[in-house]
C-alpha cells in the first residue's frame, strides 16, 4: 500500500458483466474465444495454433465460403504450414479439425 494514500477512500466500483464490452449482437461463440484468449493465467492460454481450433473458426474452413475479394473463395494458401509450425504442432494439426477434410491430401 502507498503510505501517501493511506486516509484516502476510494470508492467502490461496481463490476460490468464482460459481455458489456460488446455488442449487443455479438454472437457467444466470439465472446468464449475472447475469454479464452484472456485468461489471467498465460500458462492457460491457447497458442496461436491452439487458438485455431476454436469453433469461432469452424466458418473458415467450410468448403464453399464465399469471402469478400477478387478470388471470392478461400484460398488453399491459408491452410499451408511452415515446417516449423508443422513439426512443432503435428499432433495438434491432425487430430483436430485444422485441416478441412475438402482439402487435397497431397495440399499439405
Not at 485455431?52 to 484460398?75: A, S, V, Y
Amino acid at each position: 500500500m502507498n503510505p501517501n494514500y493511506k486516509h484516502r477512500v476510494f470508492p467502490d466500483l461496481v463490476p460490468l458483466p464482460y459481455e458489456s464490452n460488446f455488442p449487443p449482437a455479438t454472437p457467444d461463440v466470439a465472446l468464449d474465444f475472447i475469454r479464452t484468449l484472456l485468461r489471467y493465467d498465460p500458462s492457460s492460454r491457447p497458442n496461436a495454433i491452439e487458438a485455431l481450433k476454436h469453433p469461432f473458426f469452424t466458418e473458415i474452413r467450410m468448403q464453399r465460403l464465399e469471402i469478400p475479394g477478387p478470388e471470392q473463395l478461400m484460398p488453399f494458401e491459408m491452410f499451408l504450414w511452415t515446417q516449423q509450425e508443422y513439426a512443432a504442432n503435428a499432433r495438434l494439426i491432425e487430430q483436430t479439425p485444422l485441416i478441412p477434410p475438402w482439402l487435397p491430401k497431397n495440399y499439405l
